[in-house]
């Protein structure tokens, strides 16, 4: 997951939690395929062990919380100013975390 996030923020911004977790999943779904259909990550073959989409949720939380992935999260007012909407971005991961990971493995 490390790499796709690696990958994908440098080549585009705004990425939200749902765009790293379809893309770990190998989403089928046909507007994921027009997003990123062309990324090689993408269209790469790996053996998953997280096929559940909430396992996939809970493992992206777990990077945010071991401070291995950055996110940024606006919170912004409607016009009325009775409601607020969350925006959940990935930003990118921490410099080194790749390599720090594979050390540990």
Do not use: W
Request: with cysteine.
């Amino acid at each position: 997951m490390l790499e796709i996030i690696e990958i994908i923020t440098d080549e585009r911004q705004q990425i939200t939690r749902n765009n790293v977790v379809d893309l770990f999943r190998q989403s089928q779904a046909k507007d994921i395929k027009n997003k990123f259909g062309e990324l090689l990550i993408y269209l790469e073959k790996f053996s998953r062990k997280l096929k559940i989409k909430e396992d996939a949720f809970l493992l992206l939380d777990d990077l945010v919380l071991h401070d291995l992935v950055k996110e940024d999260i606006i919170l912004t007012r409607s016009p009325t100013a009775q409601t607020f909407t969350c925006s959940i971005f990935i930003i990118d991961i921490i410099d080194g975390t790749i390599a720090k990971t594979n050390t540990e493995d």
